[in-house]
């Protein structure tokens, strides 16, 4: 996870499935439902079933094991 790209965003939180598109690691909000749904986004390392889980500053979301995105705060979009 140490290759990790940086994301702010500018609030305490974000939700799973808003994340994957804000770091284009998806390209819809649909892509973002049926990948979480099949079990292959994985959150600091665990797979996440929960499109809304609530995501803070340090969290690492995964795509089955390929790129990886940390939640930082600040800026954002």
Do not use: C, Y
């Not at 940086?6 to 049926?34: C, H, M, W, Y």
């Not at 749904?37 to 803070?56: M, P, Y």
Request: aromatic share 2%.
């Amino acid at each position: 996870m140490a290759d990790a790209v940086d994301v702010p965003i500018r609030d305490e939180s974000i939700r799973l499935g808003q994340f994957l598109k804000l770091t284009n690691l998806i390209e819809s909000g649909s892509e973002a439902k049926e990948i979480i749904a099949d079990g292959l986004v994985s959150v600091n390392g665990e797979v996440d079933v929960r499109r809304g889980r609530q995501l803070h500053q340090g969290d690492v979301v995964s795509i089955d094991g390929g790129p990886s995105a940390r939640v930082v705060n600040g800026g954002g979009w």
